[in-house]
């Protein structure tokens, strides 16, 4: 089992798409409907007993002092293989520097070369991604460049450049993720929604590339393809920053609330093994129901 935990909704970025409608780092919101250090710990000790292989996410989960010392712990009772740390990279010091080195995989977004304009990330967006993710490889720790595919990301040209800055910076792995009309993005239809055609046009297109950097595709584009099975609620959750478990991390509305049907219970309160028996029997993820169909049907 794989979960992927926003410990908090704060980001140090305001990106117009996000799927967590991630707050300002600034703004006086950003303590709403979160949980405290010691559930996090608690939740912490149960997805330890129950085995499940932790991404720690957000917003930024290295922004806050008590979710630093929450993966802090996990690094000291779970091997490196059962963490990821999927970060911004924003204030990056030798400290948080210190903790990555002890997890398994780093994983930043970066959706264009520096140089390219985005409107739909803030300024300054990947030429801190590319900097962060340079320093992870001059210090030997495991990362990522995560691209989400959208129509300013998806062209061929941007494909090539950014991935050639990738190799040349050494960054061992690419992973590329479909963009879902959820969270903030759920008003941008007419602007970011891709054609499933599209979709596996720009597939394609990446598979004739070849260099240092390996690329990976997230498990809803290798189920477009038709080469994976969508594994919500069976061999993966998502868990929010208020502790509500989610069958999909990426079923959120726009106020990044599960989508109906989609929430399985809430920690640390709940039972973890009754979560996931609803998830499988009552729900019938992994068996009938298709997450990533239904989150496609909201771009239709």
Not at 5 to 25: D, E, G, Y
Not at 254 to 267: A, D, I, M, T, V
Request: hydrophobic share 40%; net charge positive.
């Amino acid at each position: 089992m794989y979960a992927i935990w926003n410990l908090t909704n704060v980001c140090p970025w305001s990106c117009s798409f996000c799927c967590m409608s991630a707050v300002s780092a600034k703004s006086k919101k950003s303590n709403i409907n979160v949980l405290t250090f010691e559930e996090k710990m608690q939740i912490l000790h149960i997805l330890v007993d129950n085995g499940v292989k932790i991404d720690f996410s957000g917003g930024d989960p290295l922004y806050y002092p008590d979710d630093f010392s929450v993966i802090e712990s996990a690094t000291k009772i779970l091997p490196p293989e059962m963490i990821d740390v999927s970060m911004t990279g924003v204030d990056f010091n030798s400290s948080k520097l210190a903790l990555v080195k002890k997890v398994g995989k780093v994983e930043i977004s970066i959706d264009n070369p520096p140089s390219t304009i985005n409107e739909y990330r803030p300024k300054g967006f990947n030429s801190s991604a590319i900097s962060v993710l340079d320093k992870l490889v001059r210090a030997g720790i495991f990362c990522s460049g995560v691209i989400t595919l959208y129509p300013v990301t998806a062209t061929k040209n941007n494909l090539l450049a950014l991935y050639s800055l990738l190799c040349e910076t050494k960054v061992p792995k690419w992973n590329i993720l479909r963009y879902y009309l959820v969270g903030k993005g759920a008003s941008l239809e007419n602007e970011l929604y891709m054609r499933d055609d599209d979709l596996l046009s720009a597939m394609d297109f990446l598979d004739s590339l070849s260099g240092f950097t390996e690329i990976a595709f997230q498990h809803s584009l290798r189920v477009l393809r038709g080469e994976y099975k969508c594994h919500a609620g069976n061999k993966a959750i998502g868990i929010l920053p208020n502790g509500v478990v989610v069958a999909c991390g990426w079923a959120l509305d726009s106020n990044s609330r599960p989508l109906p049907g989609f929430e399985l219970g809430k920690l640390p309160e709940d039972n973890f093994t009754a979560i996931l028996k609803r998830a499988q029997g009552e729900l019938g993820f992994g068996k009938r129901t298709n997450c990533c169909r239904i989150l496609k049907s909201l771009g239709k």
